[in-house]
Structures are given as structure tokens and as C-alpha cells.
């Protein structure tokens, strides 16, 4: 055999050379650090920063100091005046009426006005706009009126006071309408809005960078100063990977990051050179959705039974350490919080016997519970993400046990956990939902949800309906938290599900960066940050 | 050797229908209703479903909803993605470059490190170079590339700062995913380089070669390697099926951006369009490039198109 020619060898390596070259386009260096510059490492990258169109939080948490809304919330819960000066509302609750600022601009010039809130608002409700969490935020929205040019009025079909919480939530947050007329899908990575921070540039999978917009020459609703915002450029890094995200702000590749792990957190809130920020989410906790129609669990005295049987402490103490607080009712504490709802159901597994007992379930030799040969049998129905079920699924497994109850967990992909949940086909789903007004639980347990939206425990209770309808409508705040109180206890009473666990949204920073203030959605907002030196 | 490419890229039409049949079907076998889970995160009107249901053809006969998949994938139209609203094949476009150069630069470490190491071990028969290369080679093989990667980053980028743990772009950003990712296949490489170089020196002309009394290293250069080399370029090529793959875990690790993160993304979202349009641009991309290494094998190896 005859050794191949060193041309040959030369051309096949050439050859590989050139393709390679052809198929690699050059690729820019991530931005430089300069003073100003505070990069922030996120656990996933959104999938459009158009404020209408993302059904996802990762949106709001970049955004939240570049698009402005009408009203602000702060974490204290109240509303105040944002681009809006003032607001009142109809007698019959069919009606927002909003004096807005007449000295703000888009960060393309694009005047702000009343013609271009009402432009946002329809641009939502088009049917040919895929819209996002946005559209149920504006609920039964029937147009705006322009009153004069800076005077709207937003009408709706039916009172709908859920609107007023909404409308300081970035769902609703306001984009210029010139760039969403010219500038076709640039809205999805670079959406222009009035705030003091504005969207530069955006690399796919890696970055987005905002920069101080120069003209903001207001007072922002969460800071006590006037004028642009302190930072130069604030760089969002997108680092799935929890371990290389904690990595990176220790080595001081980010000085900020989102969503610490548990088993990191101790090391940082030990270490004088990070602080870490803990808030609660507004919504629904961590809970599992009794399912009241698939028997045993259409038995009250069963699902009561599992309430007092899970032990939550055993939650906070094995998985979460540190990133939750025990959950109660249905909404998180920060929603609304009472000594009725966190009374009623401490853990008492000897209740939970009791209450077994009285249901007809005796206890039987293999230490599973049994009626009429029948063992007492719950299928949990668990998303399986690759690395074994959610550790929740397994904590209730071992918590209910040792009352007697089997509980089978049915580890799935996402897909067909969907869908067993819309088909009530298992005993309830652990979800968790965030939402800014206490009508999140409307999606929750009101009838007309059954198979459409997360109304997992299908529950239909004509009670409760009515509650949740009356919320709806009620525009007094006292009156509606009244009204929620009422819904929560009575979902409590009928023990239409099992809070969990309160999670926290969960921030570090490195001890230099200073000044990051939160919403009550607890998203930062940034205009006061800095970077100590 | 026209021929023999004539036949290999033939041969190629069968696999690629097979791939578009296997990607397609992705959307029947997965339990439930597609749409319903694809927009189970957005809050839908029944409308909005069916309008989906419509845009993705859905409602038509199969058979006909297949025509147009691999009719509208022939023309480069992969569909549009549901979770970012852009044309897949933009999205693809978009991480290629990233990915290639990663797969690329692992090629490099994995050629740059087996091949030497193999010819090493071969020369020095049973030595302790031999044992030596070899339990690098082992080590290689067993560590998992996230492993690899969580440990370079530990060393590298927090203890002694040297790299960044994230980010695309520029050579910093590459070297320790391109050698968590390289390691496997320069394992790989050095045990094949080590036996087929054992195999090669003893071969008559290898000692013909000495005999006309040509130096030690010219002849191992020269004669042997050279020949030695050849079964490697087959493992090039399905080893770059194995970097793909990899490059899903290296990607997440590494905060690359790139075709794995786009894949995991886009199953992790339920947007359909994207992983099927992605998948098969992927299975197409690895069936080509066996191609190609093939037609090099024959290029560089006449015996090949001959038998």
C-alpha cells in the first residue's frame, strides 16, 4: 500500500478550513464593563420583551424600569399616580377615568398622550395580536375614549375592578406607538417605552443591554430624587445553569443574580461581600389542587384529613431552606393575610386520623387504610423534569403515609400533565400561579374554568362563583378584601386544595451594589442603583 | 470517485425521508392535544385555538399536512416559532455560527490532544507513557462533560480568574467549552490513534521503509501515522454527531448561546415548530457531513471506492 500524498492530506485540511470559515459568521465580544455597568445574571431568557405579548415574569423583571404604566404599586401594595396624575372611577364601576402627565415623551420623541395609551390598550384586544398575560389584565374591555389629549376614559362591558391592580402591572405597561407601527417584530427584543432606562441591544440566548435614557427628567414613583438614573448601562445575562449562575457572581462576572439555589444560599448570606434580597411573590403559593370530584378526594373529611396531614415545616426545612415561607390559603400572605386563614389548619395528624376514621376509612395491615376492601389510593399528578419528580410530590408521599394514605405520584412530562389536569383525570396537580389582584382566583376555582383554565380542583360552587363574581364588581378596597376573605375561607372550609409553600422570590447582589428597589410584583426596578467603588 | 459521491449523496435521500418522517410525526405522538399544550401558557380564546389550529395546518388530512411540511422544508421554510413569533429557520440561522465554532474548537482540542497522545502511547508500547496516556484517555471518556465544564469553571474562572464562565464570542469565551466538550472525542481519538498506529508499524512497508534506512522519525511520520490517521477521519465524523449532542449539555452549563440551548429552550416551552424545525436541520446537518467525511475517506483512501 502506498502512503497517501501530503498534498492530499494538505487539500482535505484546507477544504475543512474553508467550510468552517464560510459557516462561522464573527461573533462580538460581550460589552466591556465600564464604572457604570451592572450585569445581572437571570435563569432564563424571555421569550419577547414585548410587554403585551410575554406570558412570562422573566419580561417584567428586565423591563420594569424601561416601560412605564399609568399607575405604580409599590411592595406597601398602593397605588399612586405614575404617568397618570390622577384616576376616577365610574359610579357604576364601568369606567376608569385617567388625567395623565403632559410632560412625557417615548424614548423615540414619540409624544405620550392619551391617543397613545388608547392605541396600546386596542392593540392588546386585536384579534389579530397574539396577546400575553395582557389580555386577561384588561378582562372585558370595551375600547377607550379620548376625552381630550391628555384626558382617557377606559370602558368596559361589565364592571371590572380587578382593572385598577392591572393597569400598575407591566402587562399593561405602555410602548411607543410609532415604534410598534414601524418597526414591525423589533418590539420583541428592543420594545420603546418612557422609562428611565432604555433597551439598546439584544443577543439571543447570551444578553440584553438597557442604557440611562438622558431625558428622564421626572421623579420615578419608587425614588425619593428627580432627574436620569444613576447607572450608565445595566447588561442581563441569560445563565440557566444555577451553579454557574452563583459561580459567576463569585468570581464577579455578574454582580447580581436571580434565583439562588437553595444549597447556595446559606454560603452567601454568610459571606459580608453579598447581600441577598428575599421578596414575597403576589399570587397563588405553591399548592396542590385537591381534585373534589375524583373519589376518595370527593369525600370533604378526606380532603380536610390531607390538609392536616401534610407537615409544610417539613417542606421549608428539607427543600427550601430558606427560599419560602409556609403558605396558608390560597393567595400568598403579601395578597392578603388573616389569623382566620392561617389558623385553619396546623399540622395535627392525629386529626387527620380522626377525620379518616369518620370518613369510613379503617387502617388496615399493611398500614394503608382500606373501606370495604377498597385501599385508600390518591394519584398525585407531578411534572417529571428530567431529574425525578418535583421533591414536593415525594414530601406529601412520605407526609401522608404515615396517616394511612397511599398517594401515588404520576411523573409526566409537561405536556400530558396539561392535559390530565383539564380532564380532571388525576387527584390534583402541585402548580403555582402568579397575579397581581386577588382575581387570580377566578382562574382558580370559578365553574366556567373547568378544562379551560386552572380550575384543577374542578370545583363548581355556586357560592363561591357568586364571591368571586362580587370581587369583580366591588370597586371599595375594604369591601373586596372582604369579599376575597370570604372566598378564601369558604375554598378553606370546602378544602379545595393544600398550601404549600409561600416561595420568595430570591435576588443576591455583591455588597457594592446598592440602591435595587423592588415593585410589588417584586421586580427590580433600578434608577437609583449604583455601583459602590 | 464521481461515482462513488453519486451514489453516496444518493444513498442520502432515503435517510433524509426517514428524518422528516421521524421529526413530523413528533407532534402525533405526543399525548393530548398539540395546540392545547402548545398555548397552555398564554390565556386563549376558543378562537385563538382554532385560528392555531388553522395556522398550523392542523386541520387537514395528514398525509396532505406531511407534503407541505417537507415541500415548505425544501424551500428553507421551517415554520414559524411559537414562543418568539420568528421564522425557525432565522432562529437557526442565528445560532449556527455560535454552535459550529464551538463544535469546531472542541474538534480542535480533540484532535490536537488524542492524536498525540495516541502516538505516544503506540511508541512507547506498554511503557508508563503507554499506562499513562491511557488513563488520561479513560479519565476522558468517564467524565461527563458537565462535570468537566462545573470544574473548569470552579478552577478557571472563580479560584483563579482567568476565563469567563458565560457568554458567546471571542477565544476567552470558547476554550472551556470547547475542551468539556472535546474531551470525549480526544479520548476516543487516542485510543483508535494508539491501535491503529500499533497495527500499522508492523506492516511490511512500514519495514521496508526502515530497511531502504530512513530515520525513526520520518518513517513514523512519513509512512506510518499518515496511514495510521485514516480510520480516524471516519471517527471525525460521527464524533461530530456527539458534539452536537454534547453541545445541549456544554450550552447550558456554559450560557452559550447556540443550536442546543435553542433545542432545550424550545422543548422546555412546548413550541413544536421550533424543536421539529431545529431537529431537522440537525439530523440533515449530521447525515451531510458523514457524506463528506465519507467522500474524504474515499479522497484520501483509494481502496475505499474501489471495494
Known amino acids: 500500500m502506498r502512503p497517501v500524498p501530503t498534498w492530499k492530506w494538505a487539500t482535505l485540511a484546507l477544504v475543512v478550513l474553508a467550510v468552517a470559515a464560510a459557516g462561522v459568521p464573527s461573533i462580538r465580544p460581550a460589552g466591556a464593563q465600564g464604572g457604570g455597568t451592572l450585569v445581572v445574571g437571570l435563569d432564563q431568557e424571555p421569550p419577547t ?33 405614575w404617568l397618570a396624575e390622577s384616576w376616577t372611577v365610574a359610579r357604576d364601576g364601568r369606567s376608569v377615568t385617567f388625567k395623565l402627565r403632559r410632560d412625557v415623551k417615548f424614548h423615540d420623541g414619540t409624544p405620550f398622550n392619551a391617543d397613545a395609551v388608547k392605541f396600546n390598550f386596542d392593540r392588546i384586544v386585536d384579534p389579530k395580536f397574539k396577546a400575553g398575560g395582557s389580555r386577561a389584565a384588561l378582562g372585558s374591555y370595551a375600547g ?137 411573590w403576589p399570587g397563588v403559593p405553591r399548592i396542590w389542587l385537591l381534585n373534589v370530584t375524583k373519589p376518595p378526594l370527593d369525600d370533604v373529611r378526606v380532603r380536610r384529613a390531607v390538609n392536616f396531614a401534610v407537615d409544610k415545616d417539613a417542606f421549608l426545612a428539607t427543600v427550601y431552606r430558606g427560599t419560602g415561607l409556609k403558605a396558608f390559603a390560597p393567595l400568598t400572605a403579601v395578597m392578603l393575610d388573616d389569623p382566620a386563614l392561617r389558623q385553619a389548619y396546623p399540622f395535627d395528624p392525629e386529626k387527620a386520623k380522626a377525620l379518616l376514621g369518620e370518613a369510613g376509612w379503617a387502617p388496615g395491615a399493611d398500614g394503608i387504610r382500606a373501606k370495604a376492601g377498597q385501599r385508600l389510593e390518591i394519584v398525585l399528578n407531578a411534572i417529571e423534569y428530567g431529574g425525578g419528580a418535583d421533591p414536593t410530590a415525594q414530601l406529601i408521599q412520605s407526609s401522608l403515609r404515615d396517616v394511612g394514605i397511599d398517594v401515588k405520584i404520576k411523573a409526566q412530562a409537561r405536556p400530558p400533565w396539561y392535559e390530565d389536569n383539564y380532564r380532571c383525570a388525576t387527584h390534583g396537580p402541585v402548580m403555582f400561579l402568579r397575579s397581581i ?31 368571586l363574581a362580587d370581587g369583580r364588581r366591588e370597586a371599595d378596597p375594604a369591601k373586596r378584601r372582604a369579599i376575597y376573605l370570604a372566598a378564601e375561607k369558604l375554598a378553606l372550609d370546602e378544602a379545595l386544595t393544600v ?25 427590580p426596578v433600578l434608577s437609583d442603583a449604583t455601583i459602590r467603588r | 470517485m464521481l461515482t462513488y459521491v453519486g451514489r453516496r449523496i444518493l444513498a442520502v435521500v432515503p435517510v433524509l425521508f426517514g428524518v422528516t418522517l421521524a421529526v413530523f410525526s413528533m407532534l402525533f405522538l405526543v399525548p393530548g392535544d398539540p395546540v392545547k399544550i402548545m398555548l397552555a401558557e398564554f390565556v386563549t380564546t376558543p378562537d385563538q385555538i382554532a385560528q392555531m389550529r388553522a395556522q398550523l395546518h392542523l386541520d387537514e388530512p395528514v398525509i396532505e399536512q406531511y407534503g407541505r411540511f417537507v415541500a415548505n422544508a425544501l424551500r428553507g421554510d421551517l415554520g414559524v416559532s411559537i414562543r418568539s413569533r420568528r421564522p425557525v429557520a432565522a432562529e437557526i440561522a442565528e445560532n449556527i455560527g455560535s454552535t459550529g465554532l464551538l463544535a469546531l474548537a472542541s474538534m480542535m482540542v480533540a484532535i490536537g490532544l488524542g492524536v498525540p497522545l495516541g502516538l505516544l502511547a503506540a511508541l512507547g508500547r506498554n511503557s508508563w507513557l503507554d499506562v499513562a496516556a491511557m488513563v488520561v484517555a479513560l479519565l476522558g471518556v468517564a467524565m461527563p462533560s458537565f462535570w468537566l465544564g462545573f470544574l473548569l469553571i470552579f478552577v478557571f474562572s472563580l479560584h483563579l480568574g482567568w476565563l469567563p464562565a458565560t457568554g458567546g464570542g471571542d477565544l476567552p469565551h470558547l476554550v472551556m467549552p470547547a475542551v468539556a466538550l472535546g474531551m470525549i472525542a480526544a479520548a476516543i481519538i487516542a485510543r483508535l490513534t494508539r491501535s491503529s498506529m500499533l497495527e500499522v508499524l508492523g506492516q511490511d512497508y512500514v519495514r521496508t521503509a526502515r530497511a531502504k534506512g530512513l530515520g525513526g522519525a520520518s518513517v513514523i511520520v512519513r509512512h506510518a501515522l499518515r496511514n495510521a490517521l485514516i480510520p480516524v477521519v471516519t471517527v471525525f465524523g460521527l464524533q461530530f454527531g456527539n458534539l452536537l449532542a454534547g453541545a445541549v449539555i456544554v450550552e447550558t452549563v456554559f450560557s452559550r448561546p447556540g443550536l442546543g440551548r435553542l433545542i432545550v ?4 416551552a412546548k413550541d413544536f415548530p421550533l424543536v421539529q424545525g431545529t431537529v431537522l436541520f440537525v439530523a440533515a446537518a449530521y447525515v451531510l457531513i458523514n457524506v463528506v467525511v465519507d467522500v474524504a475517506y474515499a479522497y484520501v483512501d483509494p481502496r475505499i471506492r474501489i471495494g
Open chain 2, 265 to 268: 429552550g424550545g422543548i422546555l
Open chain 1, 49 to 81: 420583551l414585548d410587554p403585551h405579548a410575554s406570558p412570562s415574569a422573566v419580561t417584567y423583571q428586565i423591563i420594569a424600569s424601561v416601560t412605564e404604566n399609568l399607575l405604580y404599586r409599590g411592595p406597601d401594595g398602593k397605588l399612586v399616580p
Open chain 1, 437 to 467: 389582584d386577588p382575581d387570580g382566583l377566578w382562574s382558580l376555582f370559578h365553574s366556567s374554568q373547568v378544562g379551560a383554565n386552572f380550575n384543577w380542583s374542578c370545583v363548581k360552587n355556586a357560592k363561591l362563583d357568586g364571591l
Open chain 1, 144 to 280: 377607550s375614549k379620548v376625552l381630550d389629549e391628555f384626558t382617557l376614559q377606559v370602558l368596559f362591558e361589565t364592571p371590572y375592578s380587578p382593572f385598577l391592580n392591572s393597569v400598575a402591572s407591566g402587562v399593561l405597561s405602555l410602548v411607543s406607538p410609532k415604534a410598534v407601527r414601524e418597526s414591525g417584530d423589533a418590539v420583541h427584543t428592543r420594545p420603546v417605552g418612557t422609562g428611565p432606562f432604555m433597551m439598546k441591544d439584544y443577543v439571543a440566548k447570551d444578553h440584553a443591554t438597557m442604557v440611562r435614557f438622558p431625558g428622564y427628567a421626572r421623579k420615578a414613583p419608587w425614588s425619593d430624587r428627580t432627574g436620569p438614573a444613576r447607572l450608565e448601562t445595566v447588561v442581563w445575562k441569560f445563565i440557566p445553569e444555577p451553579g454557574t449562575r452563583v459561580t459567576t457572581l463569585e468570581s464577579g462576572e455578574t454582580q447580581g443574580i436571580y434565583l439562588v439555589p437553595a444549597q447556595s444560599l446559606p454560603r452567601l448570606e454568610k459571606d459580608p461581600g453579598f447581600r441577598v434580597e428575599k421578596l414575597p
Open chain 1, 499 to 523: 398550601p404549600l409553600v409561600d416561595e420568595l422570590a430570591v435576588w443576591a447582589f455583591r455588597a457594592p451594589v446598592q440602591g435595587v428597589k423592588y415593585n410589588f410584583n417584586a421586580y
